[in-house]
């Protein structure tokens, strides 16, 4: 039912899904959250596979994941979960319980904590290796700091070692 992928063959498929959509999943402690993410970044770093996530510091996932090991990141490729995307990137979890409330269903991971989105059909499990928040300082594009930062919420910058990569059959 599921098969490892090696994720820089499914690179353009990621990269083009990321900015449609895909869930970033988080678990601390008994906690379970997930929010649409529409930007991320897939690399090589320390000679590791590399996945990267931007939260900013307002929603409830950056309460969960600053606790956290681990993350998941799932792709929805065929254009399911349209619905569930808009939900989980306009309603937060500190509110409601997103999983319960629009039926979405979970599996657990494999080599760490946090579950993925079962119905997506591509699923990284990241483990956090590094973190830093973004200092406003150092960002010289005023276009950006216009566009994304005029109230300020600058984003966390989690870098998570993708550790498994796998597609639903
Ligand atoms: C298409 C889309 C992409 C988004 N991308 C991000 C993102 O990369 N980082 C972020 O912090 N918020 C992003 N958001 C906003 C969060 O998903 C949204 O604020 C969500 O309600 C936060 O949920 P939470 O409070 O349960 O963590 C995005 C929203 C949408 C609709």
Not at 128 to 147: A, C, G, H, P
Request: hydrophobic fraction near 35%; include cysteine; charged fraction near 30%.
């Amino acid at each position: 039912m599921y098969k490892d992928v090696d994720f820089f063959e499914y690179s353009k498929e990621i990269l083009n899904q990321i900015e449609r959509g895909a869930f970033l999943t988080v678990k601390h402690g008994e906690k379970v959250n997930t929010m649409t993410i529409g930007w991320g970044s897939l690399g090589s770093i320390w000679h590791k596979p590399i996945f990267i996530v931007l939260v900013r510091g307002s929603r409830y996932t950056y309460e969960l994941i600053e606790n956290a090991e681990d993350f998941t990141v799932s792709f929805p490729l065929k254009g399911q979960l349209e619905e569930e995307l808009v939900a989980c990137g306009t309603k937060s979890g500190r509110d409601i319980d997103k999983l319960k409330e629009f039926n979405i269903k979970i599996r657990e991971g494999v080599l760490v904590k946090t579950p993925i989105i079962d119905d997506c059909d591509l699923h990284l499990e990241c483990r956090i290796i590094y973190k830093q928040f973004m200092d406003e300082n150092k960002l010289s594009d005023e276009w950006i700091k216009q566009t994304f930062y005029n109230k300020g919420d600058y984003h966390y910058v989690y870098y998570g070692e993708i550790l498994k990569s796998y597609m639903k059959e």
